[in-house]
């Protein structure tokens, strides 16, 4: 996974993966999310992967958009 930049020092996000059809993202060192087209939407899924690319909202996005949108939580 990639570091996220996270410009504001206060995200909740810690790191981050895309592939095509999908974001998987990691919240605060432990618990990571996988969201893809099928849970969350496409839209939602290129919005995701810019704000992870600009290091800047990603969190804030997950929290008042899409929250429980996941696919699966991954380290259950």
């Known amino acids: 996974m990639k570091k996220y930049?996270?410009?504001t020092g206060t995200s909740g996000v810690?790191?981050?993966e895309t592939d095509d059809e999908?974001?998987?993202v990691?919240?605060?060192h432990e618990a990571v999310y996988r969201y893809t087209y099928?849970?969350?939407g496409k839209p939602a899924i290129e919005?995701?992967?810019r704000l992870a690319a600009e290091g800047k909202g990603l969190?804030?996005?997950i929290s008042t958009s899409v929250r429980e949108k996941y696919e699966s939580k991954l380290n259950d």
Request: net charge neutral.
């Open 5 to 7: 930049y996270d410009i």
């Open 14 to 16: 810690t790191s981050y």
């Open 22 to 24: 999908s974001i998987t």
């Open 26 to 28: 990691e919240f605060n």
């Open 38 to 40: 099928a849970s969350a």
């Open 47 to 49: 919005k995701m992967k």
């Open 59 to 61: 969190s804030t996005y």
